[in-house]
Structures are given as structure tokens and as C-alpha cells.
């Protein structure tokens, strides 16, 4: 997708949130575009200072890409079980970042060794499945925990699951993004001159 797109992406969820907290706001996008309509999922989210805020997306393509960006931002502001809801005085100073998700591909999964030689830091999210435990990592999730088997372990311990727990049972599925910052579009506006 083009920067232009991410942009428009950044200012729908950005307006979602506004109006969803009462603030008046007006969307000077054309929603009616086909990339907007066509189907897509997207994690949408919210960080203050550096700082996780919210987060809360779709792994598979279930919607338009407009109506998912505009209920993930909506859900990572108010309904994120991890934190309060955003109060309207805190939008000023949240910061929101888009990311699109392709789909998943299932990873062979022999063993963990096996699995830990498959992962690319930085570029791989992972979805991990064992029975009714689940969890995913953004490949954004790297930059916190940049070894593999840190990055595993912590998957795992998200999951419920100890960080030594290993079974030929897990399913372990792999996905990239392509992601937007508003502080990265920022620079690049003004990096235009």
C-alpha cells in the first residue's frame, strides 16, 4: 500500500476514537474508495509515551478494511480488557499505529528448536495455538523481545502457558504487516520540506 493510503488509515481510526469519546471531528476521506471497501484486517494500536496503551485487531479478513479499522481503533480505545477506557483528554496525546496484516501461513512445527530456526525476528508475527490457549505477537513485538526464544517464551507465557511448555500439539502459524506510525508520517511530512 502506498503511504498515502496508511495515512488515510491513521485519520479513520484517529476520527473513530474521536467519535466514539464524543468529540467533533469531521473525516475529509473519501470512505466510498474500493481499497477501503475491499475486505482486510488490521491491528489497530494506541501507545502514550512509549508506552502500550490499547491494542486490538483481526488476524483474518472478516470485514472492509474501513469498517476494521474503524472498530479495532474504537476497541483498542474503550474495550481492551488490559487497560482503562481512553478518556477524551487523553487523545491529544495518544499516538495510534496501523497495522495491516496478510494472511497466516501454518509453520511446520517438529519441535521447538525446530520452530526457533524458522522465526525471523522482525519481520515474523506469530499466531501460537494449544487447545484453548492462544495468543499472537505483532513482528513489532520484536523490537521488545529480539531473541527467539525470549520472543517464544514470552508467546507462550500470553498464551497462560509456562514459558518451558513445548507439545507436538501446538500450532504455530506465521503472518507479516505492513504498518503505520503517525510520528513516522509526521517526519515524513516534514521531511519533504
Not at 484517529?14 to 477501503?36: F, G, K, S
Not at 511446520?108 to 505477537?137: C, K, M, W
Request: proline residues 5%.
Amino acid at each position: 500500500m502506498h503511504p498515502e493510503q496508511g495515512k488515510s488509515l491513521l485519520t479513520i481510526g484517529r476520527v473513530a476514537i474521536a467519535r466514539a469519546l464524543n468529540q467533533p471531528c469531521q473525516l475529509n476521506i473519501d470512505e466510498t474508495v474500493p481499497w477501503l471497501q475491499k475486505m482486510g484486517a488490521c491491528f489497530v494500536t494506541l501507545m502514550q509515551n512509549n508506552k502500550l496503551r490499547g491494542c486490538v485487531g483481526s488476524l483474518q479478513a472478516h470485514r472492509s478494511l474501513l469498517a476494521d479499522v474503524q472498530n479495532n481503533a474504537i476497541s483498542a480505545a474503550l474495550h481492551d480488557s488490559r487497560f482503562s477506557p481512553l478518556e477524551s483528554n487523553e487523545l491529544d496525546y495518544t499516538e495510534i499505529e496501523i497495522s495491516l496484516v496478510y494472511p497466516s501461513q501454518k509453520m511446520v512445527a517438529q519441535d521447538e528448536a525446530n520452530v526457533l530456526a524458522q522465526l525471523r525476528p522482525g519481520v515474523d508475527g506469530i499466531i501460537f495455538e494449544y487447545g484453548y490457549h492462544r495468543s499472537t505477537f505483532l513482528p513489532q513485538v520484536w523490537e521488545m523481545f529480539p531473541q527467539p526464544q525470549q520472543f517464544l517464551a514470552k508467546l507462550k507465557q500470553k498464551a497462560g502457558l509456562p514459558v518451558d511448555f513445548w507439545s507436538e500439539a501446538i500450532t504455530l502459524s506465521r503472518y507479516t504487516v505492513t504498518k503505520w506510525r503517525e510520528s513516522d508520517m509526521r517526519w515524513e511530512e516534514n521531511s519533504d520540506g
